[in-house]
């Protein structure tokens, strides 16, 4: 965990996936966000290690005609006390408009940089909101190299499956229960053929880095 910063210029190597993120869907109580309204809500999050509450937010939101506020009250735990501390922050929200269908789409207003987005980070070590720009924050997947990006996909793909393995050299798993037959065929397709664009990994290294390494292979 490290200790708490206090600046956003010392995360510009962070993951995006790290941390708390709190998404406008968030919000959604059993109805959709609309103007002139208020509700009260709580979410949590859940270490996935312990599988015990490992943070949780109290957050009040009011809306208007095309703007809100989002008050915020984050418990986290004080690992010196072993109780929880609060920290109280009041984002911005702003309607804009959906551009088919009609209606509109309720973003948040980072603090920091006034940008519009739809999910918040609060990253580890840290006690507020802010947009991942503000952090500098990554996606893991923009750190992917060459030759982890097919390797990656064919994971995710048989994730799509059920797979909670990540182990390719397994057969491709079978169609979970309740899986409708035309999707299970089509995912199943894109890891076939993940799982031959990964196979395909080794092989180009081993040509970089080991030429003419085929001819010394015996058949089967």
């Known amino acids: 965990m490290g200790g708490r910063r206090t600046g956003a210029g010392t995360l510009r190597n962070g993951l995006a996936e790290g941390g708390l993120r709190l998404r406008v869907g ?24 312990t599988g015990k509450e490992s943070a949780a937010v109290f957050v009040e939101v009011e809306t208007w005609e095309d703007t809100g506020t989002m008050h915020l ?28 269908g009609g209606g509109v789409a309720w973003l948040f207003v980072c603090p920091r940089t006034r940008n519009l987005c739809r999910v918040l980070h609060c990253p580890r070590g840290l006690t507020f909101f802010a947009g991942r720009k ?36 397994l057969p491709i ?38 030429p003419g390494w085929r001819n010394s292979v015996r058949p089967a």
Request: charged share 25%.
């Open 173 to 210: 798993p079978d169609r979970p229960l309740g899986m409708w037959r035309r999707t299970y065929d089509r995912l199943h397709a894109r890891a076939a053929a993940a799982d031959k664009a990964s196979l395909a990994v080794p092989v180009a290294w081993l040509d970089a880095v080991k």
């Open 26 to 49: 968030d919000l959604v109580d059993g109805s959709p966000l609309a103007p002139n309204s208020c509700r009260r809500l709580q979410i949590g999050w859940t270490n996935s290690y």
């Open 134 to 169: 503000a952090f500098r924050l990554s996606y893991r997947s923009q750190r992917w190299s060459v030759r982890d990006r097919p390797l990656e996909r064919a994971r995710a793909t048989r994730k799509a499956l059920g797979d909670t393995t990540g182990n390719l050299t």
């Open 73 to 100: 009250r984050l418990a986290l735990p004080d690992h010196a006390t072993g109780k929880a501390a609060i920290y109280e922050q009041t984002i911005g929200l702003e309607a804009q408009p959906m551009p088919r």
